[in-house]
């Protein structure tokens, strides 16, 4: 009888001097492999066995993803969340149901890692609605932290320009000092610099608890689980419990907003970098002022205005400009057409982005920047490295708007988008299925969030319904007319007569005896 196998262990190689894993299952990729570490450190044989119960851990998830219907007991979030990212992420195969690959997958790597700090080896079945709210305060406390490491930064900064000031007063009170042992008695100016101003001691409190902080994570998790069920790795998915969502923006631009915004941007005077080397009073924000102008005229989103181009490079919006003759005027203009999706984009469905034509007071603007040269209107120019390539305006538009509007302000940039939507929908001439596909929404999507702008449509129909002056003289009044005619006397259908049935003399229905049955019953009388 052979000797029975010990399993997983770790296992000392004296000529190697280092810990290995074994592994007996004849399966295994390997059947040992070194950890890298020897018996220097004292507590290297309790470090060899940790090794050996991950690898373990690890084996078995690896093993439970390879079977399939298991019940939520059985299955971790640890389990569906790494075969979420291997099926959906790393090692995507397009079928009927996921046609396509995830946008922002770094986004979704980062929630998906939060999950996982929390929820860890928990098994599904565990998931109830006091685990989601706990998770709630768990994404809280990961703000407060946040916000305690960015006070931490702002206090060191302080405190370096403390130590700053503090040497300048230091040299000017012994260069006094070195004045007066030579028997000078000069008058210096005052000092123009002043003493940083120190940060208050930061406050947990002033972090407001939001709800909804943590529902994109709890979303990303129900696809993670509905993933698991499509691909039938769990039996079943589980409810998850969703926070609200955020209350819907109310905030808008008034025109002067706009300009505002436009005018400070383009004029502001800043540092960049000009053939390697540093530059002052450069126009640092004319990208900015691009960005709003585009971002207010076409409604688009953010990343579509931020990466358009004027050339199709196949992965980024971009601007078609041509030269056509005028039908009225016989004169040549210019016309544009602005693609939200490059050629090898792919449009997801809640995230329409349809062609749009541009309107003329942008297409001059659109040709006077082209042949300035300019090959993306919102890439900043003045780079270190001197790359021309679209980048994240967010930063810059933040800076933009606290600027503008002060430290207390609303402003964020799919506010730009919010406020054409708004604007639009005030124009009463124009019908809303237009506005949503020039926006790229949909059309219940824009009736939902802007219809209140709309009244004045609804008191049209309430007028056209009934009012006998129009031309068409109240035809849907006529029409419901027609729907409750004049009433007629109630008279009851007649019966009609069978050969069994009669309307007996008080004029009730009766049924009549055959004759042929009155003559057997006379007879057997």
């Given amino acids: 009888m052979g000797r029975r196998s010990e399993g997983i262990r770790p296992w000392y190689d004296e000529k190697a001097k280092k810990w290995h894993i074994r592994d007996p299952d004849p399966n295994a990729e390997r059947a040992k492999w070194s950890l890298g570490f020897g018996k220097e450190d004292p507590g290297s044989k309790a470090r060899a066995w940790d090794e050996v119960a991950k690898y373990k851990a690890r ?97 060191d900064i302080y405190l370096d320009k403390l130590a700053a000031y ?125 960005f709003a102008f585009l971002a207010i005229t076409t409604g688009s989103r953010k990343d579509k205005v931020e990466r358009v181009g004027f050339e199709d490079e196949g992965d980024r919006p971009w601007i078609d400009l041509w030269q056509q003759i005028d039908a009225e005027t016989g004169e040549l203009v210019w016309k544009g057409r602005y693609h939200r999706l490059g050629d090898d984009e792919v449009e997801h469905e809640n995230k329409k982005a349809p062609d749009l034509p541009i309107p003329e007071i942008v297409v001059r603007r659109l040709v006077r920047w082209r042949n300035q040269g300019i090959k993306y209107p919102c890439a900043y120019p003045y780079h270190r490295t001197g790359k021309e390539e679209p980048g994240d305006v967010k930063d810059g538009m933040r800076a933009l708007f606290t600027e503008v509007f002060g430290d207390d302000h609303e402003a964020v940039i799919h506010t730009f988008r919010h406020s054409a939507a708004t604007w639009l929908c005030a124009q009463k001439d124009l019908p809303l299925p237009s506005i949503a596909a020039y926006l790229g929404m949909s059309t219940e999507t824009l009736v939902k969030t ?76």
Wanted: net charge positive.
């Fill in 450 to 525: 802007y219809a209140k702008h709309r009244e004045e449509d609804l008191q049209k129909i309430a007028s056209a319904v009934s009012d006998p002056t129009r031309k068409t003289r109240g035809i849907h009044t006529v029409k419901l007319r027609e729907t409750n005619p004049k009433p007629t006397g109630n008279v009851r259908q007649k019966s009609t007569e069978i050969d069994r049935m009669g309307i007996s003399g008080n004029g009730q229905e009766s049924m009549e005896i055959s004759k042929k049955a009155k003559k057997s019953t006379d007879e057997a009388a």
């Fill in 59 to 155: 084996k078995e998830a690896d093993g439970r993803l390879h079977m399939t219907r298991q019940s939520t007991s059985d299955v971790t979030v640890a389990d569906v969340i790494a075969f979420y990212v291997d099926r959906r992420i790393e090692n995507f195969v397009p079928d009927d149901d996921y046609p396509h690959e995830l946008v922002r997958q770094e986004d979704v790597l980062g929630r998906l890692k939060v999950l996982l700090d929390f929820f860890q080896d928990l098994p599904l079945e565990s998931i109830n609605r006091v685990r989601c709210l706990d998770f709630g305060k768990f994404v809280h406390n990961r703000e407060i932290e946040r916000a305690r490491t960015l006070h931490a930064r702002k206090y």
């Fill in 166 to 290: 503090n040497r300048k007063v230091a040299a000017r009170e012994q260069f006094i000092a070195d004045l007066a042992d030579r028997g000078w008695n000069r008058v210096l100016p005052p000092l123009r610099s002043y003493p940083p101003a120190e940060p208050e001691p930061f406050d947990p409190a002033t972090i407001p608890y939001r709800r909804s902080a943590a529902r994109r994570y709890l979303e990303e998790l129900s696809a993670a689980l509905t993933f698991a069920v499509h691909y039938e790795l769990i039996r079943h998915k589980i409810h998850i419990h969703l926070p609200p969502k955020y209350d819907p923006r109310e905030h808008s631009f008034t025109l002067a907003d706009v300009r505002k915004t436009i005018k400070s941007a383009y004029h502001y005077k800043g540092m960049g970098w000009v053939d390697g080397k540093p530059v002052k009073g450069l126009p640092t924000r004319r990208h900015l002022a691009r």
